[in-house]
C-alpha cells in the first residue's frame, strides 16, 4: 500500500460534450452485466507475527459476511480452507514472478495450474492480480518489471482460455500515484513515464477482456498532507460541501469519488473511457503516529462504515461520471499488521485486532442503520500534532536486536551518535536502551524530511516526553 494523492497542477479539460457520451454507454454497461459485486470484499494480508491461523481467519471473512477476499500470493492452505465457501477470491502473481511468467507460456501455464486448477472451481477464484503496485516504484530493477507487465498478464489470460476458464478476470492493482495530475477530477492524467509504453497496453487488455481497473485509492493520504484545504467530512464520505469540477461542471460530495473519477477521465484521455474501476484497497488508519493526524478509531469506523453503504446500498451511487456504476470494493485491512514497516499508520488499517475481536462494530452488508452502532470513541488527534517528539528504544525488546540497531543508526553519520563517546554529555547512563534511545532520536531527528521513521523493525517507538526525563533511562 503506497497510495497518494497526484499533484494539484494544471492539465487538458474534458468537454461536457465527451463525458456525457461516456456515461451513456457506461449506464448500458453496467445494466448488461449483472455479476455479483455488491458485496464487500477485505484484503487479508499476514505480515504479522500474532494473527489468527488460517482456517480461524477464514471463519471470520464467513462470520463477517465478507463477499470476497483478496490474497498477496496464492497460498495453498487458504485457497484449500476457501472451498465451497461461497467467498469470491482474488489470488496474486507476486512482483517477483512477472518477468518469468512474461518470458514464457509454458512459466504462465505452470502458474495457472499450481494456483488456479489444482483449486478451482471448488474455491471461487475469481480475480487474478498480477503484481502489486509495480508502477509506484521506479528503481532500474522495478523498471525492468514495467514491461513485462501486460505480457504476463496476457499469458495468464491465454493460459485460462486455454483451459476453457472464463468466469476469471485478470487485472493489476495500481497506487494513485500512477496519476500525474489528480485534481480537479477531468484533469486527470496519467504519468508520463508510463502513460504511452505501459498504460495504453494494459488498458487496451483490460477493455478486450472486459476485465477492471484495480485501483488502491485512501482519501487518508491528500486529506493527512493537506488537512487545512481539505474538509475531514469530505475525506469520509459524510460532507455536506459541494465542489463543482470547473471542466465538466459535475458535482463531487466527496474525496473518493474525486480520485475515483480522476483515473476515469486519465482512462478517457488515453482513448479507453469505458474500462470498469474496482477498488482493489480502501480504508482509514486506526491508530499511527503522533504526527499522523486523524488516525483513530472514530474516523476509521466512520469510513469503513459510509464507504459499504455507498458501495453494498441496494441502489449503488457510482461516481459522479458514472453514476449507478457497481464498483467491486476491497477494504484494507482484515488485520493490524505489526511486521508491516514505515511509519506507524502502517501498521493499524485492521478491522480487527491480532487477537480476532473487531476494532469496532461494522456491517459489511451496508444493511445496518448508523444509530444502531455502539458510540465510538472520540478523536483527540484530528488537528496536526503540534509539539516535541522523540524516537525512543520500545520497552521489552531483545537487547541483541537493540544494539544491532543503534550501531546502524549511529553508523550513519552526520554526527548521529557523538554525543554518546566516552566523557561527552550523553554517554551516561551507560544502557543500551538510553544509548539507543539517543541515537534513535538523533537519527530520526537528522533524517526525517529524507523519509525516515521512528521504527527500526519494531524495536523503536515515539513518545511525546524527553527521555532524559524518563524514569527507564535515570
Given at each position: 500500500m503506497s497510495s497518494v494523492m497526484g499533484k494539484h497542477t494544471s492539465g487538458s479539460k474534458m468537454t461536457a460534450k465527451m463525458c456525457g457520451v461516456a456515461l451513456l454507454f457506461f449506464s448500458l454497461l453496467v445494466l448488461s452485466d449483472a455479476i455479483t459485486t455488491r458485496k464487500i470484499g477485505v484484503n487479508y494480508g499476514r505480515l504479522g507475527n500474532n494473527l489468527p491461523s488460517a482456517y480461524q481467519s477464514i471463519e471470520i471473512l464467513r462470520s463477517m459476511r465478507a463477499g470476497s477476499v483478496k490474497l498477496y500470493d496464492a497460498n495453498p492452505e487458504i485457497l484449500r480452507l476457501l472451498a465451497r465457501t461461497n467467498i469470491h477470491v482474488s489470488i496474486m502473481v507476486t512482483n517477483d514472478e512477472i518477468i518469468n511468467i512474461a518470458a514464457n507460456q509454458t512459466t504462465a501455464n505452470k502458474w495457472v495450474e499450481d494456483n488456479v486448477l489444482r483449486y478451482y472451481p471448488d474455491t471461487m477464484i475469481r480475480t487474478i492480480l498480477v503484481g502489486n503496485e509495480v508502477l509506484s516504484s521506479c528503481s532500474d530493477a522495478a523498471k525492468q518489471i514495467w514491461n513485462h507487465l501486460v505480457p504476463a498478464m496476457r499469458r495468464i489470460k491465454i493460459s485460462l482460455r486455454a483451459q476453457d476458464i472464463r468466469n476469471i478476470k485478470v487485472g493489476t492493482p495500481l497506487a494513485m500515484d500512477a496519476l500525474q495530475t489528480t485534481f480537479?477530477?477531468?484533469?486527470?492524467?496519467?504519468?508520463?513515464?508510463?502513460?504511452?509504453?505501459?498504460?495504453?497496453?494494459?488498458?487496451?487488455?483490460?477493455?478486450?477482456?472486459?476485465?477492471?481497473?484495480?485501483i488502491d485509492v485512501y482519501p487518508y493520504f491528500p486529506w493527512s498532507a493537506d488537512p487545512i484545504n481539505i474538509s475531514l467530512n469530505f475525506a469520509l464520505l459524510?460532507?455536506?460541501?459541494?465542489?463543482?469540477?470547473?471542466?465538466?461542471?459535475?458535482?463531487?460530495?466527496?474525496?473518493?469519488?474525486?480520485?475515483?473519477?480522476?483515473?476515469?477521465?486519465?482512462?478517457t484521455k488515453l482513448g479507453y473511457p469505458n474500462v470498469r474501476l474496482s477498488i482493489a484497497e480502501t480504508g482509514w488508519p486506526n491508530a499511527g503516529d503522533f504526527e499522523e493526524a486523524g488516525a483513530n478509531i472514530k474516523n476509521a469506523a466512520t469510513y469503513n462504515r459510509n464507504l459499504v453503504r455507498k458501495m453494498a446500498g441496494s441502489n449503488p451511487t457510482g461516481t459522479p461520471a458514472r453514476p449507478g456504476a457497481l464498483i467491486p470494493t476491497f477494504i484494507f485491512a482484515l488485520y493490524d499488521e505489526n511486521r508491516k514497516t514505515g511509519p506507524g499508520t502502517e501498521r493499524h488499517w485492521g478491522l480487527l485486532h491480532p487477537n480476532g475481536t473487531s476494532m469496532y462494530q461494522i456491517d459489511l452488508t451496508g444493511k445496518r442503520a448508523s444509530p444502531d452502532y455502539e458510540p465510538l470513541?472520540?478523536?483527540?488527534?484530528?488537528?496536526?500534532?503540534?509539539?516535541?517528539?522523540?524516537?525512543?528504544?520500545?520497552?521489552?525488546?531483545?537487547?541483541?536486536?537493540?544494539?544491532?540497531?543503534?550501531?546502524?543508526?549511529c553508523n550513519q553519520g552526520n554526527g548521529?551518535?557523538?554525543?554518546?563517546?566516552?566523557?561527552?554529555?550523553?554517554?551516561?547512563?551507560?544502557?543500551?536502551?538510553?544509548?539507543?534511545?539517543?541515537?534513535?532520536?538523533?537519527?530520526?531527528?537528522?533524517?526525517?524530511?529524507?523519509?525516515?521513521?521512528?521504527?527500526?523493525?519494531?524495536?523503536?517507538?515515539?513518545?511525546?516526553?524527553?527521555?532524559?526525563?524518563?524514569?527507564?533511562?535515570?
Amino acid at each position: 500500500m503506497s497510495s497518494v494523492m497526484g499533484k494539484h497542477t494544471s492539465g487538458s479539460k474534458m468537454t461536457a460534450k465527451m463525458c456525457g457520451v461516456a456515461l451513456l454507454f457506461f449506464s448500458l454497461l453496467v445494466l448488461s452485466d449483472a455479476i455479483t459485486t455488491r458485496k464487500i470484499g477485505v484484503n487479508y494480508g499476514r505480515l504479522g507475527n500474532n494473527l489468527p491461523s488460517a482456517y480461524q481467519s477464514i471463519e471470520i471473512l464467513r462470520s463477517m459476511r465478507a463477499g470476497s477476499v483478496k490474497l498477496y500470493d496464492a497460498n495453498p492452505e487458504i485457497l484449500r480452507l476457501l472451498a465451497r465457501t461461497n467467498i469470491h477470491v482474488s489470488i496474486m502473481v507476486t512482483n517477483d514472478e512477472i518477468i518469468n511468467i512474461a518470458a514464457n507460456q509454458t512459466t504462465a501455464n505452470k502458474w495457472v495450474e499450481d494456483n488456479v486448477l489444482r483449486y478451482y472451481p471448488d474455491t471461487m477464484i475469481r480475480t487474478i492480480l498480477v503484481g502489486n503496485e509495480v508502477l509506484s516504484s521506479c528503481s532500474d530493477a522495478a523498471k525492468q518489471i514495467w514491461n513485462h507487465l501486460v505480457p504476463a498478464m496476457r499469458r495468464i489470460k491465454i493460459s485460462l482460455r486455454a483451459q476453457d476458464i472464463r468466469n476469471i478476470k485478470v487485472g493489476t492493482p495500481l497506487a494513485m500515484d500512477a496519476l500525474q495530475t489528480t485534481f480537479p477530477p477531468s484533469n486527470g492524467t496519467f504519468r508520463p513515464d508510463i502513460s504511452t509504453s505501459v498504460m495504453v497496453p494494459l488498458l487496451n487488455f483490460l477493455n478486450s477482456s472486459k476485465s477492471y481497473f484495480f485501483i488502491d485509492v485512501y482519501p487518508y493520504f491528500p486529506w493527512s498532507a493537506d488537512p487545512i484545504n481539505i474538509s475531514l467530512n469530505f475525506a469520509l464520505l459524510q460532507s455536506n460541501i459541494k465542489y463543482t469540477d470547473p471542466g465538466t461542471g459535475l458535482v463531487y460530495t466527496n474525496l473518493l469519488d474525486q480520485m475515483l473519477d480522476s483515473v476515469v477521465f486519465a482512462m478517457t484521455k488515453l482513448g479507453y473511457p469505458n474500462v470498469r474501476l474496482s477498488i482493489a484497497e480502501t480504508g482509514w488508519p486506526n491508530a499511527g503516529d503522533f504526527e499522523e493526524a486523524g488516525a483513530n478509531i472514530k474516523n476509521a469506523a466512520t469510513y469503513n462504515r459510509n464507504l459499504v453503504r455507498k458501495m453494498a446500498g441496494s441502489n449503488p451511487t457510482g461516481t459522479p461520471a458514472r453514476p449507478g456504476a457497481l464498483i467491486p470494493t476491497f477494504i484494507f485491512a482484515l488485520y493490524d499488521e505489526n511486521r508491516k514497516t514505515g511509519p506507524g499508520t502502517e501498521r493499524h488499517w485492521g478491522l480487527l485486532h491480532p487477537n480476532g475481536t473487531s476494532m469496532y462494530q461494522i456491517d459489511l452488508t451496508g444493511k445496518r442503520a448508523s444509530p444502531d452502532y455502539e458510540p465510538l470513541p472520540p478523536a483527540h488527534n484530528n488537528a496536526p500534532y503540534k509539539g516535541k517528539l522523540w524516537c525512543i528504544a520500545a520497552p521489552g525488546v531483545n537487547l541483541t536486536e537493540l544494539e544491532r540497531a543503534l550501531t546502524f543508526a549511529c553508523n550513519q553519520g552526520n554526527g548521529t551518535c557523538d554525543s554518546l563517546t566516552p566523557g561527552k554529555e550523553c554517554y551516561e547512563p551507560l544502557s543500551v536502551a538510553w544509548h539507543a534511545s539517543y541515537a534513535f532520536s538523533s537519527y530520526w531527528a537528522k533524517f526525517r524530511s529524507q523519509g525516515a521513521n521512528c521504527y527500526f523493525n519494531g524495536l523503536a517507538q515515539q513518545t511525546n516526553r524527553n527521555p532524559s526525563e524518563l524514569h527507564d533511562f535515570k
